[in-house]
Nanobody, 124 residues
């Protein structure tokens, strides 16, 4: 099982930027899909973005398209989420997740490994 540790959360004003990082350790990630999910106050966990480790193919939730960018650094076993033009509705705990399949997915149940989460707060 992949171990995941997120970092980079914090508080920012509306329109600001943050970059989240996720350090992965454990088995080789070549056939994995990595993703970011988030859970806002009183809300269910929702998909944000995903990337295939091997090809770098990406998928985004409509709510973050054009504002967020997911990327990975294979040499460092790191996944990143660059978040620009942040809005108060982006406030949530952000989780890094890993799926041991090569196909992208937006369903939380398809991901077997999760980090502990990092808080992002956007003030208006």
């Amino acid at each position: 099982q992949v171990q995941l540790v997120e970092s980079g959360g914090g508080s920012v004003e509306s329109g600001g930027s943050l970059r989240l990082s996720c350090a992965a350790s454990g088995p080789p990630l070549g056939r994995f899909v990595m993703a970011w999910f988030r859970q806002g106050p009183g809300k269910e966990r929702e998909f944000v973005a995903a990337i295939t480790w091997s090809a770098g193919s990406t998928m985004y939730a409509d709510s973050v398209k054009g504002r967020f960018t997911i990327s990975r650094d294979a040499a460092k076993d790191m996944v990143y989420l660059q978040m620009n033009s942040l809005k108060p509705e982006d406030t949530a705990v952000y989780y890094c997740a890993a799926r041991s399949r090569i196909y992208l997915s937006t369903r939380a149940n398809d991901f077997g490994s999760w980090g502990q989460g990092t808080q992002v707060t956007v003030s208006s």
